[in-house]
């Protein structure tokens, strides 16, 4: 079936067409601009802006959905349809869902419940509305989840690894003292089991090097790009790197970002982070990283919806036009994590597609196309 797009502004790798058109068949894109629909059902998007389907490397979103307060949960199942009906909604045409490993520590994020978590998503993936995928976090200071990461990877369940380091003191937090606010906060943690954790986590420090050099080899056997995560210094930047990290996420300073590009490494920052005009953990700034140029992509994080609303608003605030804006949810994450069938409005390519609409003024994704096929539309203009 081919279907012809026209009266759309198309945004390409390196410029935008406006009142443009785009021929869709069997799944890719056949032609750019083609004079005639060449037998194809016509949509007539009327300026709409039509761009390639946003790649979303890192979205806690799935673990909220699964347990929207601590230790309320609901059923897997029911967790992921509504992940995958959040990210059709927000434009985004392929998620890595972000499932952390993290011992017995926090919640969902629990071995067992991980990995179950990721085996519900892999079997809901039959019947989504996007491409999704899975992001297997490793929490470095667990010692029992290796075997279970290298498991899935082997069955082609895990799409991306990343490691994560939350030990006091360095990353994310800074001291004891914020690492304990923040599982009192989330976790409701009482101050007996804070104290249990920080030992059993300090404790688990030792051998975790070699540990990552385990998943890094396991995750390169299978073709899977491996991740570093707030990454707070030069020093660490390169330790990372020696380990086989390709992806740097979050770097927390400016220095670490600077470290990650020159090592090769692409860079990860938050579109929240970008909207809000700061980090929540009181990290480097999104829109910090972009005007120095040390920033290759952005995720959403825990948003979805966010990522859309930061791409439109860049042009604005930075020195980036909408083509370059849209690369750092397309075709960037694309080659990041090695998917190169998608991420650009080129012939030939997967044709992941959204078009999105401005009714006040709002960027709105009004229609969603996945590998062709039409996932979701919505509709701003009521007369």
């Given at each position: 079936?081919?279907?012809?797009?026209?009266?759309?502004?198309?945004?390409?790798?390196?410029?935008?067409?406006?009142?443009?058109?785009?021929?869709?068949?069997?799944?890719?894109?056949?032609?750019?601009?083609?004079?005639?629909?060449?037998?194809?059902?016509?949509?007539?998007?009327?300026?709409?802006?039509?761009?390639?389907?946003?790649?979303?490397?890192?979205?806690?979103?799935?673990?909220?959905?699964?347990?929207?307060?601590?230790?309320?949960?609901?059923?897997?199942?029911?967790?992921?349809?509504?992940?995958?009906?959040?990210?059709?909604?927000?434009?985004?045409?392929?998620?890595?869902?972000?499932?952390?490993?993290?011992?017995?520590?926090?919640?969902?994020?629990?071995?067992?419940?991980?990995?179950?978590?990721?085996?519900?998503?892999?079997?809901?993936?039959?019947?989504?509305?996007?491409?999704?995928?899975?992001?297997?976090?490793?929490?470095?200071?667990?010692?029992?989840?290796?075997?279970?990461?290298c498991k899935l990877l082997?069955?082609?369940?895990?799409?991306?690894?990343?490691?994560?380091?939350?030990?006091?003191?360095?990353?994310?937090?800074?001291?004891?003292?914020?690492?304990?606010?923040?599982?009192?906060?989330?976790?409701?943690?009482?101050?007996?089991?804070?104290?249990?954790?920080?030992?059993?986590?300090?404790?688990?420090?030792?051998?975790?090097?070699?540990?990552?050099?385990?998943?890094?080899?396991?995750?390169?056997?299978?073709?899977?790009?491996?991740?570093?995560?707030?990454?707070?210094?030069?020093?660490?930047?390169?330790?990372?790197?020696?380990?086989?990290?390709?992806?740097?996420?979050?770097?927390?300073?400016?220095?670490?970002?600077?470290?990650?590009?020159?090592?090769?490494?692409?860079?990860?920052?938050?579109?929240?982070?970008?909207?809000?005009?700061?980090?929540?953990?009181?990290?480097?700034?999104?829109?910090?990283?972009?005007?120095?140029?040390?920033?290759?992509?952005?995720?959403?994080?825990?948003?979805?919806?966010?990522?859309?609303?930061?791409?439109?608003?860049?042009?604005?605030?930075s020195d980036l036009n909408?083509?370059?804006?849209?690369?750092?949810?397309?075709?960037?994450?694309?080659?990041?994590?090695?998917?190169?069938?998608?991420?650009?409005?080129?012939?030939?390519?997967?044709?992941?597609?959204?078009?999105?609409?401005?009714?006040?003024?709002?960027?709105?994704?009004?229609?969603?196309?996945?590998?062709?096929?039409?996932?979701?539309?919505?509709?701003?203009?009521?007369?």
């Open positions: 079936m081919k279907i012809y797009l026209t009266g759309c502004r198309l945004v390409l790798p390196d410029e935008t067409i406006d009142n443009s058109a785009l021929l869709i068949e069997d799944g890719e894109i056949l032609a750019i601009a083609p004079e005639s629909a060449q037998g194809g059902t016509e949509i007539n998007l009327h300026g709409m802006t039509v761009m390639p389907g946003m790649i979303d490397l890192h979205c806690d979103a799935l673990e909220k959905e699964v347990e929207p307060r601590p230790n309320v949960h609901f059923p897997l199942d029911f967790g992921c349809a509504q992940a995958d009906k959040r990210n059709a909604a927000a434009g985004i045409t392929t998620v890595f869902h972000a499932i952390s490993f993290a011992g017995e520590e926090l919640g969902v994020r629990n071995n067992e419940m991980a990995t179950t978590l990721v085996e519900t998503m892999h079997q809901w993936q039959l019947h989504g509305l996007v491409d999704n995928r899975l992001h297997c976090r490793y929490e470095i200071t667990d010692e029992a989840a290796l075997p279970a990461l082997d069955e082609q369940k895990a799409h991306l690894i990343s490691l994560m380091d939350h030990t006091p003191g360095q990353g994310q937090f800074k001291d004891i003292a914020s690492y304990r606010r923040y599982l009192t906060k989330n976790y409701k943690k009482t101050d007996k089991e804070l104290d249990q954790i920080l030992a059993q986590k300090i404790a688990a420090g030792e051998g975790a090097f070699q540990r990552i050099q385990t998943l890094a080899e396991c995750a390169h056997r299978n073709k899977v790009a491996l991740a570093s995560h707030d990454d707070d210094s030069p020093q660490r930047v390169e330790t990372m790197r020696a380990a086989g990290a390709d992806i740097a996420e979050f770097p927390i300073t400016l220095e670490a970002a600077h470290a990650a590009k020159k090592a090769g490494m692409v860079t990860i920052f938050g579109a929240p982070n970008l909207m809000r005009g700061q980090s929540q953990s009181g990290s480097m700034r999104a829109i910090d990283a972009i005007q120095e140029g040390v920033a290759d992509c952005l995720c959403a994080d825990y948003s979805p919806a966010a990522l859309i609303m930061a791409i439109f608003r860049l042009p604005e605030y909408l083509a370059e804006a849209v690369r750092l949810v397309t075709a960037h994450p694309a080659r990041a994590a090695r998917l190169e069938d998608r991420g650009e409005i080129r012939e030939g390519k997967r044709a992941d597609l959204i078009a999105v609409d401005l009714p006040g003024g709002l960027p709105q994704i009004c229609r969603v196309w996945c590998k062709g096929r039409e996932v979701y539309r919505a509709t701003y203009n009521h007369g």
